[in-house]
C-alpha cells in the first residue's frame, strides 16, 4: 500500500505560480508511475499530469502544457508539480495517484484556487 499527502495549494491570482508536493510512504515509490489529477465543482476527475517510475518520460493534459512540469524525487519519496501562468479554470481540488499495474491510490487532494 501507498499512503499519499498533498500540500501546496492555495489561493492565487490569475498569472500566478503555485508548487504542490505530494509526500509518499508505505512501499517502494520508485515502482509507481506518478500522476496529478483535479476535479473541478461538477466536472469529472482529469488528469493533468503523469511520470513514469524513473523520471525519463511524462505526459501532461492540453489544457497544462507548457504552463506545468511534473518531476519526482525517488529518494526523498517525493513528486512536486509546478504549476506556473495559472488561469481561473485550473480552479480544483488537485489529487496525487499512484498507480502500479491493477492498483490505485489516492491522496486527500489540496485545493487550488486562482482567482483576483
Known amino acids: 500500500q501507498v499512503q499519499l499527502v498533498e500540500s501546496g495549494g492555495g489561493l492565487v491570482q490569475p498569472g500566478g505560480s503555485l508548487r504542490l508536493s505530494c509526500a509518499a510512504s508505505g512501499s517502494i515509490f520508485s515502482t509507481y508511475t506518478m500522476g496529478w489529477y483535479r476535479q473541478a465543482p461538477g466536472k469529472q476527475r482529469e488528469l493533468v499530469a503523469r511520470?513514469?517510475?524513473?523520471?525519463?518520460?511524462?505526459n501532461y493534459s492540453d489544457s497544462v502544457k507548457g504552463r506545468f512540469t511534473i518531476s519526482r524525487d525517488n529518494a526523498e519519496n517525493m513528486v512536486s508539480l509546478q504549476m506556473n501562468s495559472l488561469k481561473s479554470e485550473d480552479t480544483a481540488v488537485y489529487y496525487c495517484?499512484?498507480?502500479?499495474?491493477?492498483?490505485?491510490?489516492w491522496g486527500q487532494g489540496t485545493q487550488v484556487t486562482v482567482s483576483s
Open positions: 495517484n499512484a498507480h502500479l499495474h491493477l492498483l490505485d491510490y
Open positions: 511520470i513514469t517510475s524513473s523520471g525519463r518520460s511524462t
